[in-house]
């Protein structure tokens, strides 16, 4: 079965799981095994912040002190000895180095967090690529790249807040209560105590409602970028049918709905931080009036006023940041398990645990009672054997649905068989490394695909430690050297995305001239040149037999004339063995082939007739 889309999002009960799962799955990056450095940087950082935070909960005792010295309230003893000024360029030093301190902090952690951002995305990136055409068919390229991009920016923020910002606020925060408490009155801790917590119970449950809200606006942002990036890559298609009003339209509506999503999320904010800012101002209010009273009661100076207006006005900002951490670590959470459950998807073909190498010493290729279905209830191969001899050209052809391409993705095993058994040179494809199976095997598709560099760099795809006199005699052999030599930069030419600057053959050709650098003892051609014109055809059709030379060649084919040639065609039909033998024998057994044949010259000879090339 295919993968389910990651779409949903848990909440409540399973969202708190899901969060721990995620924390879990950070912590080896913030305290990994093999990595000592990392530990070191992690620690000195966190005694960095230690100390910021001695300094921060002492600096409004300097402050109380020197207000006091000025209002005449306190003899000089001990520190008052410094005088106001003195007292003041204290309270300053002490805020500097506060502030100094936390910012060599983020110095110090900035190369964890940049490391396991790093690690985290090639990761992401591999496992990509390591799940199975299966999954990769059924994906959303746009979704997907929003999941990993907002998975990734997830890693250095959730690291660097939990570690920096929820532990040390906490201990900042009873730091502060127990002074007062000590200094002052225990009621000052008890309402400092109750104002902290009904704040953060307000901001807990009133951002778990807006992580609801926030994971529409996420679903509905993947979607138009998904729409969007859909729309482009097809952006032939769209001109073909004048589509580009409905394009936008389409594309409109799905940002129409992240617009409501997101006013959504604009007032639900608006409601969070009024209510945050009320709770704040009543504890703060209560607190200052109590000290008021101390003050006329003369049980308290005017600089112990302000101290303790300094230290709620202390605790008062990093909880407005409280808000706001919690509110971005919550979505993080979110959107790293997105991404962890992208991680999770189980590759549906790995290696074995004592896989070797596979060797390629003749290129016999086996396929042994073979039966394989994409769904359980719709088998595609019925227990197909054939065999192909070491530098045999075995030709498949057959009605579209009859196994064909199958058979190919079999071979380069994107998918394992459900029974029967492939091998090469004795070797079933199961007990092999799949790097090593990929490197036996050359594949010609019906569409080469380049990527968006130059065509040095696509002919070098096929073997990236080529010397520059390789890449040309592969294009050479290829026959588009003389077209490249004649472009103005030559090899160094910009191809575009997936090769849209240069022609059907032309790409054919560059693919082509990859495989041959490549030099595979099996190749592979799936179509290779059905979506050429009939003249680009019989010129890439003799590259091609001069490719096959010497090597064990399956070519998957729609049009007969490229088979001729073949030692032997296997006609296919609804994932059997209909007919085998060369082209003359199945001709004179005038049966599947035979008809198929007839069929073709006739439409070949209409066309002829229509002046159709």
Known sequence: MPPSPITDHPTGAEARASGWRTIRKVGPYLWPAAHPWVKKRVVVALGMLLVARLISVYTPFLYSKAVDVLAGEASPSGMLMLGAVGLTVAYGAARAMSVGFQQLRDVVFARVGQRALRQLALETFEHIHALSLRYHITRKTGGLSRIIERGVKGVEFLLRFLLFSIGPLVVELLMIGVVLAVMFDIWYFVVVLVTLAIYIWFTFAV??????????????????????????????????????????????????????????????????????????????????????????????????????????????????????????????????????????????????????????????????????????????????????????????????????????????????????????????????????????????????????????????????????????????????????????????????????????????????????????????????????????????????????????????????????????IIVLDTGEIAETGTHEELLRRNGRYASMWARQAAEREDMADRGVA
């Open 207 to 568: 951002t778990e409602w807006r992580v609801k809200i926030r994971k529409e606006m996420n679903d509905q942002d993947t979607d138009a970028n998904q729409k969007a990036i859909d729309s482009l890559l097809n952006f032939e298609t769209v001109k073909y049918f004048g589509a580009e009003k409905r394009e936008a339209q389409r594309y409109d509506g799905a940002m129409a709905q992240y617009e409501r999503a997101a006013l959504k999320t604009a007032y639900s904010l608006g409601f969070l931080n009024f209510g945050q800012s009320l709770i704040i101002s009543v504890g703060l209010v209560i607190v200052m009036g109590m000290a008021a009273v101390g003050v006329t009661n003369g049980n308290m100076s005017v600089g112990d006023f302000v101290m303790v207006n300094a230290y709620m006005i202390q605790i008062t900002m990093p909880l407005n940041f409280l808000g706001t951490v919690y509110r971005e670590i919550r979505q993080a959470l979110v959107d790293m398990g997105e991404m962890f459950d992208l991680l999770e998807q189980p590759a549906d073909v790995t290696d074995a645990a004592d896989a070797g190498a596979l060797v390629c010493d003749k290129g016999e290729l086996v396929f042994e009672d073979v039966v394989f279905g994409y769904d359980a209830a719709r088998p595609i191969l019925k227990g197909l054997s054939f065999r192909a001899e070491p530098g045999q050209t075995v030709a498949l052809v057959g009605p579209s649905g009859s196994g064909k391409s199958t058979i190919g993705r079999l071979l380069f095993r994107f998918y394992d068989v459900e029974r029967g058994a492939i091998r090469i040179d004795g070797q079933d494809l199961r007990d092999v490394t799949q790097d090593s199976l990929h490197a036996q095997i050359g594949v010609v598709p019906q569409d080469t695909v380049l990527f968006n560099d130059t065509i040095r760099y696509n002919i070098a795809y096929g073997r990236p430690d080529a010397s520059v006199e390789e890449i040309e005699a592969a294009a050479k052999a290829a026959k588009i050297h003389d077209f490249i030599s004649g472009l103005p930069e030559g090899y160094e030419t910009q191809v575009g995305e997936r090769g849209l600057k240069l022609s059907g053959g032309e790409k054919q050709r560059v693919g082509i001239a990859r495989t041959l650098l490549k030099d595979p003892p099996i190749l592979l051609l799936d179509e290779a040149t059905s979506a050429l014109d009939t003249e680009t055809e019989r010129e890439i059709q003799d590259e091609l037999k001069m490719m096959g030379q010497g090597r064990t060649v399956i070519t998957i084919a729609h049009r007969l004339s490229t088979v001729v040639d073949s030692d032997r």
